[in-house]
């Protein structure tokens, strides 16, 4: 049984340009959650999708943005890259109810030069 | 608004003695909690939760914690350390009726032979 799988695992990037991570939950989940994890820092969330819709937001601006597809696996998509943004991004699923516990996967790995 | 205070950064101890790792968490409504490990290069991984069915819950790898109302507290213990046990630890809550996970700034947990 595959759990969380994300790709790429790293990923260099210049300021300014645009970066999309993917997440595929694991078998019979059906919602994906995506966190930021700067170095030495706990994750901090960015968003929750359920349904294919944004059903919950972090205090992230909106240069960050998401998607679901039908088959439950995601994308974020970050644009206007800066320096900032470099950071470890986690994706987790897990089943729609409240406080479900959320299964991670490895993380991508995004440097911004 | 939620939050984790994960008393003490880095936690020393030898192989074989007790780990004691500190969570406060604050929450104006019946908070649901977790423990998660993470290992370098790695996502987080479980570890425990509580959803008020017991106070003292017991998890993967002979870990466990006990909440406690009165000191919004929520401390992670292992009786015996092992070298295996090296790596990171998160403390989380989440936010009200949403499932968005809110993280400690984590304890990095040493163990020496």
């Known amino acids: 049984d595959a759990g969380v799988t994300q790709s790429p695992t790293h990923l260099i990037k210049t300021r300014g340009q645009q970066v999309t991570l993917r997440c595929s939950p694991k078998?019979?989940?059906?919602?994906v959650s995506w966190y930021q994890q700067a170095l030495g820092q706990g994750p901090q969330f960015i968003f929750q999708?359920?349904?294919?819709?944004?059903?919950q937001r972090g205090n992230f601006p909106d240069r960050f943005s998401g998607h679901q597809f039908p088959n439950y696996s995601s994308e974020l998509n970050v644009n206007a890259l800066l320096l900032g943004d470099s950071a470890l991004y986690l994706c987790?699923?897990?089943?729609?109810?409240?406080?479900?516990?959320?299964?991670f996967g490895d993380g991508t790995r995004l440097s911004i030069l | 608004a939620q939050s984790v205070t994960q008393l003490g950064s880095h936690v020393s101890v030898s192989e074989g003695a007790l780990v004691l790792l500190r969570c406060n968490y604050s929450?104006?409504?019946?908070?649901?909690l977790f423990w998660y490990v993470q290992y370098p290069n790695q996502g987080l991984q479980l570890l425990l939760k509580?959803?008020?069915?017991?106070?003292l819950v017991k998890g993967i790898n002979g870990f466990e914690a006990e909440f406690k109302k009165s000191e919004t507290s929520f401390h992670l213990t292992k009786p015996s350390a092992h070298m295996s046990d090296a790596a990171e630890y998160f403390c989380a809550v989440t936010e009200g009726r949403g499932t968005a996970l809110i993280f400690g700034k984590g304890t990095t947990l040493s163990v020496s032979s």
């Open positions: 999708y359920y349904e294919e819709e944004e059903r």
């Open positions: 509580y959803t008020s069915a017991a106070t």
């Open positions: 929450s104006s409504v019946p908070p649901y």
């Open positions: 987790a699923s897990s089943l729609g109810r409240v406080n479900q516990p959320q299964h």
């Open positions: 078998s019979g989940h059906d919602t």
